[in-house]
């Protein structure tokens, strides 16, 4: 497992007298966010079993960047395409475990839509962790990302158990729409 450290200083006020009568010092509290990727979160062993990949019309979802109809991935050679195509429903899922200091699931998406915007809730993408919903993509024209953006899932409520991750794409039979995939973590907050 691969991890990444990042340093988020916050000031915090703490009074500490110096002397009777005197004023207060403040002093800064350094927080390090831990971020670790989970089994296979950048895709970088291709399709190693980590992931459970289903898609309605047979596609493999988790591609090197060649296979990614000109896309880069955002980190690495390797990344997920969902839809691609009418009448698809693509399912990605790992079974995860959620650290006590966890805070939020992170991942990039893009999204490559050729559905029109009067038709804004005919495709989706849907991020469900432990069979809740927590965010719903509509995949459509006005909605395409034309870059690769941060998506995020609080996970405090998640603290210390094990919980289903899903995301899954649902296409109608017209204008098929596409979600790219890459670099999931989870980042976990420690004081020092």
């Not at 009074?15 to 509290?29: E, F, K, R």
């Not at 719903?136 to 941060?150: G, K, R, S």
Request: charged share 15%; proline share 4%.
């Amino acid at each position: 497992m691969r991890t990444k450290i990042f340093f988020l200083l916050l000031f915090f006020v703490v009074g500490i007298p110096l002397a009777a009568g005197a004023g207060s010092v403040y002093l800064p509290l350094i927080i390090r966010t831990q971020t670790q990727t989970l089994q296979n979160g950048d895709f970088e062993k291709g399709s190693d079993g980590s992931w459970k990949e289903t898609s309605s019309n047979g596609y493999p979802l988790i591609l090197t960047g060649g296979d990614l109809q000109g896309l880069v991935p955002q980190g690495g050679s390797w990344a997920v395409w969902m839809g691609g195509d009418n009448n698809e429903t693509s399912r990605l899922s790992q079974t995860i475990y959620v650290p006590d200091q966890a805070t939020t699931l992170n991942y990039y998406y893009w999204i490559e839509s050729y559905e029109l915007p009067e038709n804004c809730s005919f495709d989706s993408l849907v991020v469900s962790l432990g069979g809740t919903t927590h965010k719903t993509y509509a995949l459509c024209e006005p909605n395409n990302t034309n870059q690769w953006v941060l998506g995020q899932v609080d996970l405090v409520p998640f603290r210390g158990k094990t919980a289903d991750l899903v995301f899954e794409l649902t296409n109608d039979d017209v204008d098929h729409s596409n979600f790219f995939l890459d670099s999931i973590s989870i980042s976990i907050l420690t004081s020092q």
